[in-house]
């Protein structure tokens, strides 16, 4: 089994910054696929980000289109790590936002079932 936990949500204004983290434990694996994935309410869970194991040199890396240019994903498989670096933050990024992990590596996938461990999520509110 996998755990997953995210951390860094909070409150900030619009234009702001924010840095998640997504810490792994248990049976985890540097070819794991991970991604971020956010929900508002009232709404389904979409994909926000996601980086897959490529040659151990470099990773796939995927961004939604509304993310592009102000979102960076980045993981540090030392200390089994994932980052979400926001910037230029929009209340439409409101939501809480969950780390998961798929034991495929290559490409990761961006619909939640491609994954199978899931954090609990944390809520990320931007005011405008």
């Known amino acids: 089994q996998v755990q997953l936990a995210e951390s860094g949500g909070g409150l900030v204004q619009a234009g702001g910054s924010l840095r998640l983290s997504c810490t792994a434990s248990?049976?985890?694996?540097?070819?794991?696929?991970m991604g971020w994935f956010r929900q508002a309410p009232g709404e389904e869970r979409s994909f926000v980000a996601a980086?897959?194991?490529?040659?151990?040199?470099?990773?796939?890396?995927d961004y939604a289109d509304s993310v592009k240019g102000r979102f960076t994903i980045s993981r540090d498989n030392g200390i089994n790590t994932m980052y979400l670096q926001m910037n230029s933050l929009k209340p439409e990024d409101t939501g809480v936002y969950y780390c998961?992990?798929?034991?495929?590596?290559?490409?990761?996938?961006?619909?939640?079932?491609?994954?199978?461990?899931w954090g609990q999520g944390t809520q990320v509110t931007v005011s405008s």
């Open positions: 998961a992990a798929t034991r495929n590596s290559g490409y990761p996938p961006v619909w939640p079932s491609g994954y199978d461990y």
């Open positions: 248990g049976r985890t694996d540097s070819s794991f696929g």
């Open positions: 980086v897959g194991w490529h040659d151990g040199d470099s990773d796939y890396i």
